[in-house]
């Protein structure tokens, strides 16, 4: 089946450390997206990456770290500069140069909580 | 900057009746996308049904239609036959047509009574 997977699906980490948030897809899309959920709020833009090796800061990527290495993977590095860590992270990714372009499709999230 | 309001923080619908959810948003742009998507208590993120800006017929899928109305910026989202699987948060976003990213609402709880 084809699809977008994030790991673990809930992380626990001690304040003043880095984490990384996995997210991996199969649809052989193009661009890749990380989203911050906060409670009462709609989904912010943290990072994008159209293509292999090159992405974009969104609305808040302050205290976040992306990588792009490869094209079913966009990691997220939570740094310890993020001053309010704890969400709920979504990972999404879109086809480019189609008809269906305009579709983003999401993985089912990792609820990051930092004591 | 394009913004995406969504005015209604809950709704309440009995089953087998329809609501509709309001969206309005703010944009400079002539060309755009919008969407309007489900998340459950699972949190998955599902697409529900979405708009071409230059389209003037409002979409529809199955009980899910739209009313779009692009000279007032506004989105609104019926649900007709309403049922228990349809208890989620709805959130309305905007893409413009060159643009990579989704600007989303805050979202609108809608309950289900049974």
């Known amino acids: 089946d084809g699809g977008i997977t994030q790991s673990p699906k809930y992380l626990f980490r001690k304040e003043g450390q880095n984490v990384t948030l996995s997210c991996e897809q199969n649809?052989?899309?193009?661009?890749m997206y990380w989203y911050r959920q906060d409670p009462g709020q709609g989904l912010r833009l943290i990072y994008y990456?159209?293509?292999?090796?090159?992405?974009q800061k969104g609305d808040i990527a302050e205290g976040y770290s992306v990588s792009r290495e490869k094209k079913e993977s966009f990691p997220l590095t939570v740094t310890s500069a993020q001053k309010n860590p704890t969400a709920f992270y979504l990972c999404?990714?879109?086809?480019?140069?189609?008809?269906?372009?305009?579709?983003?499709?999401f993985g089912p999230g990792t609820r990051l909580t930092v004591t | 900057a394009q913004t995406v309001t969504q005015s209604q923080p809950e709704m309440s619908v009995q089953e087998a009746e329809t609501v509709t959810l309001s969206c309005t948003y703010d944009?400079?742009?002539?060309?755009?996308?919008l969407f309007w998507y489900k998340q459950p208590p699972s949190r998955q993120m599902i697409l529900v049904i979405r708009?071409?800006?230059?389209?003037?017929q409002n979409a529809t899928e199955n009980r899910f239609s739209v009313n779009f109305q692009k000279a007032a910026k506004s989105f609104s989202l019926k649900i007709s036959d309403s049922q228990l699987g349809d208890a989620a948060m709805y959130f309305c976003?905007?893409?413009?047509?060159?643009?990579?990213?989704?600007?989303f609402g805050a979202g609108t709880i809608l309950r289900v009574k049974s």
């Open positions: 999404a990714s879109r086809r480019s140069g189609t008809s269906d372009s305009y579709e983003q499709y």
């Open positions: 649809l052989n899309h193009d661009a």
């Open positions: 990456s159209q293509i292999v090796n090159d992405f």
């Open positions: 944009t400079s742009e002539s060309d755009y996308y």
């Open positions: 708009q071409e800006a230059y389209k003037q």
């Open positions: 976003a905007y893409r413009p047509s060159y643009g990579n990213k989704l600007v």
